[in-house]
Structure formats: structure tokens, C-alpha cells
């Protein structure tokens, strides 16, 4: 049972019950945060999830901040905490061409996810477009509009970024 969002630890109760729930029956269970929230808030969750998928936008507070609005430090104190555990993580990445691929970026954090014991693979998401079509229904304006998906190149230049740090990429 995989709960995501939004943000699920915006509502910690609830997916603790879902997720004890999920244990009582022997189901596995996985978590799909960014990490945004004070680990004591996470902590009640996080005895009953299996793994976690850690989606971290950005090593760069400057671009982590054009991103989400919000600062990186959490998240980065959430990772530290599932090494300092040893929860099973996923680091989900998404590679948006001129925001998030600026080389400094994704070396950045390839060396910092590389500093963490329990991160079993990488996931590199190539931004995509599917989405779009709901901003214009809620008559919002897209801000990513004219940006392209990245190049294969691009995606593999990436994946051999985290590789080189000894960190598995699909």
C-alpha cells in the first residue's frame, strides 16, 4: 500500500492508522513524502512504513526554494533521519530541464544522497507534460508551459551522475 499526496504527513494520524492497518493485515507499506515536516511529526508514521520514496526537488536551497516555496532543510533532516534508522529509501528526483538540471545540482545531490546508508536506488523522472491540461481547466497559469521533457542525453548524463557516487539507477 503505497500513500502519497499532496503531502502525507500533512495528515500524520491518519495515515499511521492506514499504514498499522496495512501491517495488521501483512501488507507492505510505502511512503511517498517530500520530507517537509519536523521528523517528531513523521516519527509515529515512519514505525509503520516499510519504505519511503523521498522526493527531493533540489540540493540547491536556491532552487529548492523556486520550486516548492518552502526550504530544503527539512527535507534534507528527514533524510538524514531514515539513514540514521536505516529505513529503506528511495531518492525520487525529477529532472526538469532549466530548473532542476543545472550540473552543480545533481552532483550536489548525488554527493549528499551518497552520504546516506539507507538509500537503496535513485529514481530519475523525466519531467513531462500530462498534467497541463488541468491548469488550463482550473484556468490557472502554467507556469512550465514552454518547457520541453529532457533529452534521453540529458536523462543519461543524469543517471550516470548518481551511478558514478555508487548509487543504483534504473
Not at 29 to 40: F, K, N, R, V
Not at 71 to 90: F, H, N, R, V
Not at 114 to 120: F, G, M, S
Not at 144 to 162: I, R, Y
Amino acid at each position: 500500500m503505497t500513500v502519497s499526496g499532496g503531502e502525507p504527513l500533512m495528515q500524520p494520524e491518519f495515515v499511521r492508522a492506514i499504514f498499522q492497518g496495512c501491517h495488521d493485515l501483512g501488507l507492505h507499506t510505502a511512503l511517498d513524502t517530500s520530507g517537509y515536516c519536523p521528523t517528531a511529526v513523521a516519527q509515529p508514521v515512519l514505525e509503520y512504513t516499510d519504505l519511503v520514496l523521498l522526493d527531493i526537488k533540489s540540493i540547491d536551497p536556491q532552487i529548492y526554494q523556486r520550486v516548492t516555496h518552502v526550504s530544503l532543510e527539512p527535507t534534507l533532516a528527514m533524510a538524514e533521519y531514515l539513514s540514521a534508522i536505516g529505513k529503506p529509501t528511495w531518492i525520487r528526483f525529477v529532472l526538469v530541464p532549466g530548473l532542476t538540471d543545472a550540473p552543480h545540482n545533481i552532483a550536489g545531490l548525488a554527493d549528499f544522497v551518497a552520504t546516506l546508508k539507507n538509500v537503496e536506488r535513485v529514481d530519475v523522472l523525466s519531467f513531462h507534460k500530462m498534467g497541463e491540461y488541468k491548469w488550463e481547466q482550473l484556468g490557472l497559469t502554467y507556469l512550465l508551459k514552454d518547457t520541453p521533457p529532457p533529452s534521453a542525453e540529458l536523462v543519461s548524463q543524469t543517471k550516470e551522475t548518481f551511478r558514478s557516487r555508487g548509487l543504483f539507477t534504473p
